[in-house]
């Protein structure tokens, strides 16, 4: 992944509690097999919408999406994580999150940014008034800023995210560096693993 | 003061390989994997060189969307179909044990483990699907996941994980007839709401939940995830031995004894504490649906269609405005007067062959109503050919129920098992956002009983108003 240290940006306000994945990335896009392309199924369900907020003009090119409580509940999917930044955004502010989409954020590089529900209100706010302001998330200091409206909050990061976001660095790459400690893990705790119980054709033997 | 360790705390520091800050690496156990969120980890791992480091601790099955037609009619979206076959190759590449569709072992990766056997006490078990919280069930800490976390088990055999807190979810004295595990389940998350059990992993006690059987508990921990909290736990009792002694993955004779030991240590100490505790009466639980938009909006079979007039808080105001909208309901109505157009019954949530006798049970003798289309989709070909043997496919076929070939099916439309816009449906799933089982469609989230009763009454309804 590349390293993130500031995103600059416009910000859409996306004024609704518990958008799920499913509204996110509808499931009739899961079935593909590739990476990349998810962006034009981002919230396709809502953007038949013409007043839909991503549909209006004042909001085209946003690259910090601004929602509300509870955002990315429900599916696993990682397909959502893809649509929005396929779609152009590169972090999103909300008061909380669901947990799995949370992870699958920090693999990709999306900037997560928890602020209290005022908080968000008012960088709403503040984006509503004045679509063209600019909000910085500065992954490195943990703060989001709106320069031109004195707007300044600090926002908290676990410290090995922020790093990995900072650096770039592929998770695996890390743990593979860790062979040593997995090996002797494995050669010391044997739970059951399926050697034996299957035939080729994945029959009981 | 004696202390002691909670179940999870248990199953986390067996499987802890080292912690050296906030980020601890676990060790992963058992890996199950389907077709949908596995092909972009398969192609990485190839672009990058690597390989898959326990191809014997990983076990795959097509699910998510396999057509539920005759298994000898060919799978007609093309873009479906090159998914399935992607699995069957990857899985073939990488010496990885698969289930395609139609194989005698393929179903739902949440019934498969279990009926296999492969799900255990004490382990843990991830799976690139959020409803992995089923095989809690079992006393093992599962988890859903997503691609490229199901890569990074791929490729090393464990995960980088913050350590979760731990809640309890106490069930205080027993549950009134007709009421089940869905009902519990729905109580639960309604108490906890959507992000309640964030950042915890449930360890669902008390003797409402001990009374239920592997299959019900299976319902209540699959749902972990509908109140935020990825994983979810019951305790090893013998209802859990006896439930894994007949199954074909399991150690045999004295070993299995030996095993039964072992896994019998995977409860909380009576000391143990927790970092939150919720405490529900199960005897103020009822038979419940959803009425809403999502799984925590939920009301008594018996009740009426919330108002939002009376809200005070404004996201909740503004949220329940929106769900009434687009599920087309007018507040006060009564739930029991609610015509419905489709009944499914079937998912992760609900397709175990307990939850079809139920079914079954209330369809013998009677018929789905004119204009309702019912489908009964079986978890696994293991629970079809078992409700087969005892006759059940015919009840529901007599009955006008269609009779499904396995798989996820109408729970997330992927297949073509889908809703139409506007078409109101009583499914026994697991999610009733908005587009879930088809665009525009409108699901409320019920038990077996429920869902059967419905489809015989043509509106929602309870087994005791069919004649």
Known sequence: ?205 | MPTGRTLFEKIWQDHVIEAPGEQSLLYIDLHLVHEVTSPQAFESLRLNGRGVRRPERTLATADHNVPTDPISTPVSDPVSRRQLEALEENCEEFGITVFPRGHENQGIVHVIGPELGVTQPGMTIVCGDSHTSTHGAFGALAFGIGTSEVEHVLATQTLPQQKAKSMAVTLEGNVRPGVSAKDIALAIVATLGTGGGAGHVIEYRGDAIRDLSMEGRMTVCNMSIEAGARAGLVAVDDTTIEYLRTRPSVPQGDEFEAAATRWRTFVSDDHATFDDEVVLRAEDIVPSITWGTNPAQVVSLDGVIPSPDAIVDPDEKSTTERSLAYMGLTPGTPVRSIPIDVVFIGSCTNSRIEDLRVAASLAQGRHVAEGVRALVVPGSHRVKRQAESEGLDQVFLDAGFEWREPGCSMCLGMNPDQLGNEMRCASTSNRNFEGRQGRGGRTHLVSPAVAAASAVMGRFASPEELS
């Open chain 1, 1 to 205: 992944m590349k390293p993130v240290r500031v995103v600059e940006g416009r910000a859409v306000p996306l004024e609704r509690s518990d958008v799920d994945t499913d509204q996110i990335i509808p499931s009739d896009w899961l079935k593909r097999v590739e990476r990349t392309g998810f962006g034009r199924g981002l919230f396709s369900e809502w953007r038949d919408d013409p007043d839909f907020v991503l549909n209006r003009p004042d909001f085209v090119g946003a690259s910090v999406l601004i929602a509300g409580p509870r955002f990315g509940i429900g599916s696993s999917r990682e397909h959502a994580v893809w649509a929005l930044m396929d779609y152009g955004f590169e972090a999103i502010i909300a008061p909380s999150f669901g947990d799995i989409f949370v992870n699958n954020s920090s693999k990709q590089g999306l900037v997560i940014v928890v602020l209290g529900l005022a908080d968000v209100e008012v960088l709403s706010a503040l984006i509503n008034d004045d679509p063209t302001r600019l909000v910085v998330v500065d992954v490195d200091r943990l703060r989001v800023e709106v320069p031109e409206a004195g707007f300044q909050r600090d926002f908290v990061l676990d410290p090995m995210t922020r790093e990995r976001l900072l650096n770039g660095w592929d998770d695996i790459g890390l743990t593979l560096l860790r062979e040593t400690e997995i090996a002797t893990f494995e050669s010391t705790k044997k739970a059951p693993s399926l050697e034996g119980i299957f035939d080729d054709a994945g029959h009981v033997r």
